[in-house]
């Protein structure tokens, strides 16, 4: 009985010790997901303000391509002048035909500059409005564009500048209440924080070290990435 009990206990340590570590993997898995969730959704984000703003500068850009057409197209027409012929009795003849003809003479002399001025005119019009409409939407572009540089850094990229900027090695609840000091609106979770903590370190930004049941990490050299960077580029080209 005493072989049965040892046994049963034995088999009962290991299912208690497997259960413990798929348990832990299963927690580890859990943060590491939520933190590729919060990622995507901050991508996400900069993909949304990004669209707004290109929609904004399509609308400007249509609008500006709009009036230029219209004034371009609104170009001034000068009518025709008639001239009036009066009818001359039979011993005036003479006289009438070399009117006729003098009038003829004037009225096609006045259309015809008439008509340059009014070419003339037309055409400034259309360069001015031209050039009216290539710089509004280049303003309006520039102010559009302005927003973008306003957006916010990545939680992988302010865990690692705050570890660049320790001169010890700092746990992940340091560095999360530090984030959360210097950005409140940020909502850093501890959880967070430690998966994102080890996503640098898998890719070799990051140093972890052990001190007794607690994990501190530090920043690695500035070489390092760009040597990796380096490589890695010599390999894709």
């Given at each position: 009985m005493?072989?049965?009990?040892?046994?049963?206990t034995?088999?009962?340590?290991?299912?208690?010790?497997?259960?413990?570590?798929?348990?832990?993997r299963?927690?580890?898995?859990q943060?590491?997901?939520?933190?590729?969730?919060?990622?995507?959704?901050?991508?996400?984000?900069a993909?949304?303000?990004?669209?707004?703003?290109?929609?904004?500068?399509q609308e400007?850009?249509?609008?500006?391509?709009?009036?230029?057409?219209?004034?371009?197209?609104?170009?001034?027409?000068?009518?025709?002048?008639?001239?009036a012929?009066?009818?001359?009795?039979t011993?005036?003849?003479?006289?009438?035909?070399s009117?006729k003809?003098?009038?003829s003479?004037?009225?096609?002399?006045?259309?015809?500059?008439?008509?340059?001025?009014?070419?003339?005119?037309?055409?400034?019009?259309?360069s001015?409005?031209?050039?009216?409409s290539?710089?509004?939407?280049?303003?309006?572009?520039?102010?559009?564009?302005?927003p973008?540089?306003?957006?916010?850094?990545?939680?992988?990229n302010?865990?690692?500048?705050h570890?660049?900027?320790?001169?010890?090695?700092?746990?992940?609840t340091?560095?999360?209440?530090a984030?959360?000091?210097?950005?409140?609106?940020?909502?850093?979770?501890?959880?967070?924080v430690?998966?994102?903590?080890?996503?640098?370190?898998?890719?070799?930004?990051?140093q972890?070290?052990?001190?007794?049941?607690?994990?501190?990490?530090?920043?690695?050299?500035?070489s390092?990435?760009?040597?990796?960077?380096?490589q890695?580029?010599?390999?894709a080209?």
């Open positions: 005493s072989e049965i009990q040892a046994h049963a034995g088999l009962t340590s290991q299912y208690i010790a497997q259960v413990t570590g798929d348990l832990e299963n927690v580890k898995e943060e590491r997901i939520s933190a590729e969730i919060e990622a995507l959704q901050e991508q996400l984000g993909l949304q303000h990004d669209h707004s703003v290109l929609v904004s500068m400007a850009l249509g609008g500006a391509n709009a009036v230029g057409e219209a004034d371009t197209t609104a170009a001034p027409t000068v009518p025709r002048q008639a001239t012929e009066p009818r001359q009795s011993p005036k003849k003479a006289a009438a035909t009117a003809t003098t009038a003479k004037k009225g096609a002399a006045k259309a015809t500059s008439a008509k340059a001025s009014s070419a003339k005119a037309s055409s400034a019009k259309a001015s409005a031209k050039a009216t290539a710089k509004a939407p280049s303003a309006k572009a520039s102010s559009a564009k302005a973008t540089t306003d957006a916010k850094p990545t939680l992988v302010l865990i690692r500048g570890l660049e900027q320790q001169s010890e090695p700092r746990s992940a340091e560095v999360s209440a984030l959360t000091n210097a950005h409140p609106d940020r909502g850093v979770k501890t959880t967070v430690r998966t994102t903590l080890e996503g640098l370190v898998a890719k070799s930004q990051a972890r070290t052990k001190q007794g049941s607690s994990v501190f990490y530090t920043a690695t050299a500035a390092e990435p760009a040597a990796a960077e380096s890695q580029e010599t390999v080209g």
